[in-house]
T-cell receptor, first 110, second 113 residues
Framework: SQQGEEDPQALSIQEGENATMNCSYK?????LQWYRQNSGRGLVHLIL?????REKHSGRLRVTLDTSKKSSSLLITASRAADTASYFC??????????FGRGTSLIVHP | DTEVTQTPKHLVMGMTNKKSLKCEQH?????MYWYKQKAKKPPELMFV???????INESVPSRFSPECPNSSLLNLHLHALQPEDSALYLC????????????FGPGTRLLVL
């Protein structure tokens, strides 16, 4: 399975702190994506990183990809209470259909 | 318009009922997806339609029947469901099946009694 596994499963921080989530996967991929899901809602695409890329930025988000270690990290800087959500990594192989990991639940306390 | 809409938002049905979930997008996307998500779990792919044809069925029980009447619309017909089918059903679309980014609707929360 190409399913990613996020770590930690839950993360609780104070507003203003940085939040780092990690994703590990088992087989080769074409790309890896991060999605956010607010409680009981649909998923919002955050960022996509391709297998030949090592780092991408989008606003307060920074994603890294290490294909040799089959792992990725999502860093949210200067977190806000509104960042409270579940974050999923999704890996895609030849079909380009993402397979989602189990997610990290982030709580940012105001 | 970058929105995927889903109706209804909530649905309660008995095990003998027949109901349908509806998904619509007007982004010109040619691939549409149904996912099932249980509480505190990741979304699980159910079906993929590409150019209005079913291209992937992830061994979903026949009590779930997808339909793609046109390129903007995706339905999921439900019949004789079980209580364990209660979940959040998410629809998504992408430019094509080989295109990476999926746009998700808000989901339909289904409760089977």
């Amino acid at each position: 399975s190409q399913q990613g596994e996020e770590d930690p499963q839950a993360l609780s921080i104070q507003e203003g702190e940085n939040a780092t989530m990690n994703c590990s996967y088992k087989t080769s991929i074409n790309n890896l994506q991060w999605y956010r899901q607010n409680s009981g809602r649909g998923l919002v695409h955050l960022i996509l990183i391709r297998s030949n890329e090592r780092e991408k930025h989008s606003g307060r988000l920074r994603v890294t990809l290490d294909t040799s270690k089959k792992s990725s990290s999502l860093l949210i800087t200067a977190s806000r209470a509104a960042d409270t959500a579940s974050y999923f990594c999704a890996t895609a192989g030849g079909s380009y259909i993402p397979t989602f990991g189990r997610g990290t639940s982030l709580i940012v306390h105001p | 318009d970058t929105e995927v809409t889903q109706t209804p938002k909530h649905l309660v049905m008995g095990m003998t009922n027949k109901k349908s979930l509806k998904c619509e997008q007007h982004m010109g996307h040619r691939a549409m997806y149904w996912y099932k998500q249980k509480a505190k779990k990741p979304p699980e792919l159910m079906f993929v339609y590409s150019y209005e044809k079913l291209s992937i069925n992830e061994s979903v029980p026949s009590r779930f029947s997808p339909e793609c009447p046109n390129s903007s619309l995706l339905n999921l017909h439900l019949h004789a469901l079980q209580p364990e089918d209660s979940a959040l059903y998410l629809c998504a679309s992408s430019q094509g099946q080989g295109q990476e980014t999926q746009y998700f609707g808000p989901g339909t929360r289904l409760l089977v009694l």
